[in-house]
Protein backbone atom coordinates (compact mmCIF):
# COMPACT_ATOMS: atom_id res chain seq x y z
CA UNK A 1 0.00 0.00 0.00
CA UNK A 2 1.10 4.00 -0.89
CA UNK A 3 1.33 4.97 2.80
CA UNK A 4 2.11 8.81 4.05
CA UNK A 5 3.08 9.14 7.68
CA UNK A 6 2.22 12.92 8.38
CA UNK A 7 3.96 14.47 11.10
CA UNK A 8 5.87 17.70 11.96
CA UNK A 9 3.58 20.70 12.31
CA UNK A 10 3.75 23.77 14.32
CA UNK A 11 2.68 22.45 17.69
CA UNK A 12 4.63 22.27 20.64
CA UNK A 13 4.61 18.73 20.05
CA UNK A 14 6.21 18.74 16.98
CA UNK A 15 9.66 17.22 18.04
CA UNK A 16 7.69 14.56 18.97
CA UNK A 17 5.66 14.06 16.66
CA UNK A 18 8.62 13.60 14.15
CA UNK A 19 9.70 11.14 16.28
CA UNK A 20 6.85 9.12 15.95
CA UNK A 21 6.51 9.55 12.54
CA UNK A 22 10.15 8.47 11.84
CA UNK A 23 9.66 4.99 13.91
CA UNK A 24 6.18 4.69 12.40
CA UNK A 25 7.44 5.28 8.70
CA UNK A 26 10.10 2.47 9.37
CA UNK A 27 7.79 0.02 10.58
CA UNK A 28 5.75 0.41 7.24
CA UNK A 29 8.55 -0.13 5.22
CA UNK A 30 9.71 -2.90 6.86
CA UNK A 31 6.10 -3.98 6.60
CA UNK A 32 6.39 -4.34 2.49
CA UNK A 33 4.50 -0.58 2.19
CA UNK A 34 5.67 2.12 -0.07
CA UNK A 35 5.53 4.51 2.47
CA UNK A 36 6.32 8.48 2.96
CA UNK A 37 7.34 10.59 5.58
CA UNK A 38 6.40 14.19 5.09
CA UNK A 39 6.24 17.06 7.09
CA UNK A 40 2.71 18.64 7.30
CA UNK A 41 3.88 22.05 7.51
CA UNK A 42 7.30 22.01 5.46
CA UNK A 43 6.03 20.00 2.73
CA UNK A 44 7.97 18.35 -0.08
CA UNK A 45 9.17 20.98 -2.84
CA UNK A 46 10.80 17.99 -5.44
CA UNK A 47 9.17 16.19 -7.85
CA UNK A 48 6.09 14.07 -6.92
CA UNK A 49 5.68 11.43 -9.96
CA UNK A 50 6.96 8.04 -8.41
CA UNK A 51 7.33 9.33 -5.56
CA UNK A 52 6.02 6.45 -3.47
CA UNK A 53 8.58 3.98 -5.66
CA UNK A 54 11.70 5.92 -4.65
CA UNK A 55 14.14 4.40 -2.66
CA UNK A 56 14.18 7.63 -0.69
CA UNK A 57 14.99 7.39 3.13
CA UNK A 58 12.72 9.99 4.60
CA UNK A 59 13.68 9.67 8.26
CA UNK A 60 17.26 9.89 7.60
CA UNK A 61 17.33 13.51 9.44
CA UNK A 62 14.82 13.16 11.57
CA UNK A 63 16.85 13.85 14.90
CA UNK A 64 16.05 13.20 18.62
CA UNK A 65 13.73 15.32 20.70
CA UNK A 66 15.48 17.74 22.59
CA UNK A 67 15.11 18.77 26.22
CA UNK A 68 12.91 21.67 25.75
CA UNK A 69 10.01 22.33 23.40
CA UNK A 70 11.15 23.26 19.79
CA UNK A 71 11.90 26.71 18.68
CA UNK A 72 8.30 27.34 16.27
CA UNK A 73 9.30 30.61 15.16
CA UNK A 74 12.41 29.16 13.62
CA UNK A 75 10.63 26.47 12.37
CA UNK A 76 7.87 29.00 10.47
CA UNK A 77 11.09 30.55 9.32
CA UNK A 78 11.90 28.14 7.28
CA UNK A 79 8.80 28.37 4.54
CA UNK A 80 9.78 30.00 1.51
CA UNK A 81 8.02 33.43 0.94
CA UNK A 82 4.51 33.27 -0.24
CA UNK A 83 3.41 29.84 1.03
CA UNK A 84 0.15 29.81 2.73
CA UNK A 85 -1.99 28.12 4.72
CA UNK A 86 -1.29 25.00 7.20
CA UNK A 87 -0.50 22.49 4.69
CA UNK A 88 2.99 22.64 2.94
CA UNK A 89 4.16 22.06 -0.40
CA UNK A 90 2.47 19.19 -2.26
CA UNK A 91 1.12 17.81 0.54
CA UNK A 92 -2.09 17.42 0.29
CA UNK A 93 -1.38 16.56 -3.31
CA UNK A 94 0.87 13.80 -2.09
CA UNK A 95 -2.13 12.62 0.30
CA UNK A 96 -4.94 12.30 -2.33
CA UNK A 97 -2.47 9.81 -4.33
CA UNK A 98 -1.98 7.61 -1.68
CA UNK A 99 -4.12 4.82 -0.10
CA UNK A 100 -4.01 5.93 3.63
CA UNK A 101 -2.49 8.96 5.48
CA UNK A 102 -1.17 7.54 8.59
CA UNK A 103 -1.42 10.41 11.59
CA UNK A 104 1.52 10.97 13.66
CA UNK A 105 0.85 14.46 14.73
CA UNK A 106 0.34 15.74 18.13
CA UNK A 107 -1.04 18.73 19.82
CA UNK A 108 -2.84 21.60 17.69
CA UNK A 109 -3.56 21.43 14.11
CA UNK A 110 -2.96 17.69 14.15
CA UNK A 111 -4.65 15.86 16.97
CA UNK A 112 -7.55 18.21 17.69
CA UNK A 113 -9.70 17.26 14.09
CA UNK A 114 -8.94 19.95 11.86
CA UNK A 115 -6.49 17.89 9.83
CA UNK A 116 -9.36 14.57 9.95
CA UNK A 117 -11.84 17.02 8.95
CA UNK A 118 -9.78 17.88 6.03
CA UNK A 119 -8.84 14.49 5.14
CA UNK A 120 -12.25 13.49 5.47
CA UNK A 121 -13.32 16.21 3.15
CA UNK A 122 -11.10 15.04 0.30
CA UNK A 123 -11.82 11.52 0.77
CA UNK A 124 -8.39 10.26 2.01
CA UNK A 125 -8.59 7.62 4.58
CA UNK A 126 -6.55 8.30 8.24
CA UNK A 127 -5.55 6.47 11.28
CA UNK A 128 -6.84 7.35 14.30
CA UNK A 129 -10.55 8.73 15.48
CA UNK A 130 -12.46 10.73 13.47
CA UNK A 131 -12.74 14.78 13.97
CA UNK A 132 -15.47 15.44 16.29
CA UNK A 133 -13.88 12.75 18.77
CA UNK A 134 -10.65 14.57 17.95
CA UNK A 135 -11.97 17.74 19.39
CA UNK A 136 -13.60 16.73 22.04
CA UNK A 137 -10.60 14.97 23.46
CA UNK A 138 -7.81 17.52 22.67
CA UNK A 139 -10.58 20.23 24.70
CA UNK A 140 -10.00 19.44 27.99
CA UNK A 141 -12.69 21.45 29.47
CA UNK A 142 -14.99 19.54 26.92
CA UNK A 143 -13.31 15.91 28.26
CA UNK A 144 -14.20 17.29 31.73
CA UNK A 145 -17.68 18.17 30.96
CA UNK A 146 -18.14 14.72 29.61
CA UNK A 147 -16.44 12.88 32.47
CA UNK A 148 -18.53 14.52 34.75
CA UNK A 149 -21.77 13.90 32.74
CA UNK A 150 -21.04 10.05 32.71
CA UNK A 151 -19.77 9.34 36.14
CA UNK A 152 -16.06 9.04 35.37
CA UNK A 153 -13.86 10.06 37.98
CA UNK A 154 -11.73 12.93 37.41
CA UNK A 155 -10.22 15.41 39.52
CA UNK A 156 -12.17 19.14 40.81
CA UNK A 157 -11.99 21.44 38.60
CA UNK A 158 -13.13 24.29 36.80
CA UNK A 159 -12.68 26.45 33.02
CA UNK A 160 -10.84 30.25 32.55
CA UNK A 161 -10.79 32.40 29.85
CA UNK A 162 -8.18 35.12 29.66
CA UNK A 163 -9.63 38.40 30.42
CA UNK A 164 -12.25 36.73 32.83
CA UNK A 165 -12.78 37.24 36.39
CA UNK A 166 -12.87 33.55 38.54
CA UNK A 167 -15.60 32.89 40.15
CA UNK A 168 -14.68 29.66 41.58
CA UNK A 169 -11.06 28.76 42.90
CA UNK A 170 -9.46 25.62 43.94
CA UNK A 171 -7.84 25.14 46.97
CA UNK A 172 -3.86 25.29 46.65
CA UNK A 173 -2.19 22.77 45.71
CA UNK A 174 -4.21 23.16 42.60
CA UNK A 175 -2.57 22.07 38.52
CA UNK A 176 -2.89 24.97 36.40
CA UNK A 177 -2.82 23.68 32.37
CA UNK A 178 -3.12 25.05 29.04
CA UNK A 179 -6.81 23.52 27.62
CA UNK A 180 -5.57 22.29 24.70
CA UNK A 181 -1.96 21.28 25.47
CA UNK A 182 -0.18 18.47 25.40
CA UNK A 183 3.45 16.34 26.45
CA UNK A 184 2.50 18.19 29.68
CA UNK A 185 3.28 21.67 27.97
CA UNK A 186 1.81 24.70 29.54
CA UNK A 187 0.98 22.11 33.08
CA UNK A 188 2.04 23.81 36.29
CA UNK A 189 1.48 23.06 40.10
CA UNK A 190 0.60 25.74 42.26
CA UNK A 191 1.27 26.07 45.77
CA UNK A 192 0.21 29.84 46.80
CA UNK A 193 -0.86 32.90 44.90
CA UNK A 194 2.50 34.27 43.31
CA UNK A 195 2.76 30.45 41.47
CA UNK A 196 -0.37 30.72 40.63
CA UNK A 197 -0.29 33.83 39.10
CA UNK A 198 2.47 32.33 36.95
CA UNK A 199 1.13 29.11 36.39
CA UNK A 200 -1.58 30.90 34.41
CA UNK A 201 0.36 33.12 32.84
CA UNK A 202 2.64 30.33 31.22
CA UNK A 203 -0.71 28.27 30.16
CA UNK A 204 -2.13 31.47 28.83
CA UNK A 205 0.86 31.47 26.37
CA UNK A 206 -0.83 28.03 24.70
CA UNK A 207 -4.67 29.45 24.76
CA UNK A 208 -7.10 31.51 25.38
CA UNK A 209 -8.32 29.42 28.22
CA UNK A 210 -6.85 27.09 30.73
CA UNK A 211 -8.24 24.46 33.35
CA UNK A 212 -7.57 24.77 36.71
CA UNK A 213 -7.96 21.54 39.34
CA UNK A 214 -7.22 19.88 42.48
CA UNK A 215 -3.62 18.58 42.62
CA UNK A 216 -3.60 14.81 42.93
CA UNK A 217 -0.78 13.66 45.19
CA UNK A 218 0.08 10.31 44.45
CA UNK A 219 1.16 7.55 41.60
CA UNK A 220 0.77 8.16 37.87
CA UNK A 221 -0.67 5.75 35.19
CA UNK A 222 -1.70 5.26 31.86
CA UNK A 223 -3.99 2.76 29.70
CA UNK A 224 -4.02 2.32 26.18
CA UNK A 225 -7.39 1.23 24.47
CA UNK A 226 -7.69 -0.49 20.93
CA UNK A 227 -10.61 -1.24 19.20
CA UNK A 228 -12.16 -0.80 22.57
CA UNK A 229 -10.40 -2.96 24.79
CA UNK A 230 -7.56 -1.88 27.58
CA UNK A 231 -4.41 -2.59 27.40
CA UNK A 232 -2.00 -3.61 30.29
CA UNK A 233 -1.91 -0.63 32.91
CA UNK A 234 1.47 1.33 32.68
CA UNK A 235 2.76 3.43 35.54
CA UNK A 236 5.10 6.20 34.92
CA UNK A 237 7.69 7.16 37.72
CA UNK A 238 9.52 10.73 37.09
CA UNK A 239 12.55 12.12 38.85
CA UNK A 240 10.93 15.05 38.89
CA UNK A 241 7.69 15.92 40.76
CA UNK A 242 5.24 15.11 37.62
CA UNK A 243 5.68 13.31 34.28
CA UNK A 244 6.44 16.31 32.60
CA UNK A 245 8.38 17.35 28.77
CA UNK A 246 11.86 15.69 29.89
CA UNK A 247 10.53 13.10 31.46
CA UNK A 248 8.68 11.80 28.79
CA UNK A 249 11.04 11.75 25.92
CA UNK A 250 14.73 11.97 26.95
CA UNK A 251 15.63 8.46 28.14
CA UNK A 252 16.59 8.04 32.01
CA UNK A 253 14.52 10.66 32.77
CA UNK A 254 11.37 8.58 34.64
CA UNK A 255 10.87 4.69 34.83
CA UNK A 256 7.74 2.83 32.84
CA UNK A 257 6.53 -0.16 35.10
CA UNK A 258 4.30 -2.81 33.03
CA UNK A 259 2.34 -4.22 34.06
CA UNK A 260 2.15 -1.90 37.02
CA UNK A 261 2.71 -3.30 40.63
CA UNK A 262 -0.65 -2.74 41.57
CA UNK A 263 -3.56 -5.04 42.90
CA UNK A 264 -5.71 -6.75 40.13
CA UNK A 265 -8.90 -4.98 41.35
CA UNK A 266 -6.95 -1.56 40.94
CA UNK A 267 -5.66 -2.78 37.97
CA UNK A 268 -9.07 -3.81 36.36
CA UNK A 269 -11.13 -0.94 37.81
CA UNK A 270 -8.54 1.30 35.72
CA UNK A 271 -8.46 -0.48 32.68
CA UNK A 272 -13.02 -0.38 33.06
CA UNK A 273 -12.27 3.60 33.21
CA UNK A 274 -10.36 4.15 30.52
CA UNK A 275 -12.60 1.79 28.18
CA UNK A 276 -15.86 3.84 29.32
CA UNK A 277 -13.76 6.80 28.65
CA UNK A 278 -13.45 5.49 24.70
CA UNK A 279 -16.94 4.97 24.77
CA UNK A 280 -18.16 8.40 26.30
CA UNK A 281 -15.90 10.47 24.02
CA UNK A 282 -16.65 8.33 21.08
CA UNK A 283 -13.20 7.57 20.27
CA UNK A 284 -12.30 4.99 17.50
CA UNK A 285 -9.07 2.35 16.59
CA UNK A 286 -6.77 3.69 19.02
CA UNK A 287 -6.29 6.08 22.54
CA UNK A 288 -4.48 6.27 25.63
CA UNK A 289 -5.97 7.69 28.56
CA UNK A 290 -3.86 9.25 31.57
CA UNK A 291 -4.45 8.65 35.65
CA UNK A 292 -3.39 9.60 38.85
CA UNK A 293 -4.05 7.70 41.74
CA UNK A 294 -3.92 9.18 45.30
CA UNK A 295 -2.74 8.23 48.67
CA UNK A 296 -5.83 6.69 49.57
CA UNK A 297 -5.75 4.80 46.15
CA UNK A 298 -8.63 7.24 44.84
CA UNK A 299 -8.23 6.68 40.73
CA UNK A 300 -8.89 9.64 38.79
CA UNK A 301 -8.88 10.25 34.87
CA UNK A 302 -7.08 12.99 33.80
CA UNK A 303 -7.72 13.35 29.69
CA UNK A 304 -7.59 11.48 26.82
CA UNK A 305 -4.75 11.18 24.00
CA UNK A 306 -6.42 10.20 20.33
CA UNK A 307 -2.88 10.62 18.71
CA UNK A 308 -0.46 9.10 21.31
CA UNK A 309 3.43 9.16 21.27
CA UNK A 310 5.12 6.25 19.06
CA UNK A 311 8.59 7.53 19.94
CA UNK A 312 10.99 4.80 21.59
CA UNK A 313 10.03 5.79 24.56
CA UNK A 314 5.99 6.26 24.27
CA UNK A 315 3.68 3.77 26.81
CA UNK A 316 1.43 2.57 24.02
CA UNK A 317 4.09 0.74 22.54
CA UNK A 318 5.23 -0.45 25.65
CA UNK A 319 1.48 -1.70 26.33
CA UNK A 320 1.32 -3.38 23.33
CA UNK A 321 4.49 -5.10 23.64
CA UNK A 322 3.55 -6.49 27.14
CA UNK A 323 0.94 -8.37 25.81
CA UNK A 324 2.97 -9.53 22.68
CA UNK A 325 1.98 -7.14 20.17
CA UNK A 326 5.42 -5.47 18.40
CA UNK A 327 5.94 -2.00 17.56
CA UNK A 328 5.63 -2.81 13.45
CA UNK A 329 2.10 -4.98 14.31
CA UNK A 330 1.03 -2.36 16.51
CA UNK A 331 1.24 -0.01 13.14
CA UNK A 332 -0.35 -2.55 10.65
CA UNK A 333 -3.27 -3.01 13.15
CA UNK A 334 -3.98 0.56 13.46
CA UNK A 335 -3.25 0.76 9.37
CA UNK A 336 -5.57 -2.37 9.20
CA UNK A 337 -8.32 -0.40 11.26
CA UNK A 338 -8.82 3.24 9.49
CA UNK A 339 -8.83 0.76 6.04
CA UNK A 340 -11.52 -0.97 7.61
CA UNK A 341 -13.41 2.48 8.01
CA UNK A 342 -13.33 3.40 4.55
CA UNK A 343 -14.82 -0.22 3.19
Not at 137 to 149: H, L, Q, V
Not at 187 to 212: M, P, Q
Request: aromatic share 8%; net charge negative; glycine share 10%.
Amino acid sequence: MRIVVLAGGISTERDVSLSSGSMIYRAMKSRGHQAVLLDVYLGYEGDCDGIFERETDWAAKVSAIGEQTPDLEAVKALRKQGGKGFFGPNVLRICESSDCVFLALHGANGEDGKIQACLELLGIPYTGTDFVSSAMAMDKGITKDIFRAYGIPTPEGTRLRRGETESTRIPFPCVVKASCGGSSVGVSIARNEREYEAAKEEGFRYGGEVIIERYIKGREFSVGVIGGKALPVIEMVPETEFYDYRAKYQAGSAREICPAEISEEQTLAMQEIAEQVFRALRLQSYARMDFMMSAQGEIFCLEANTLPGMTATSLLPQEAAAVGIGFEELCQRILDHAMRQTL
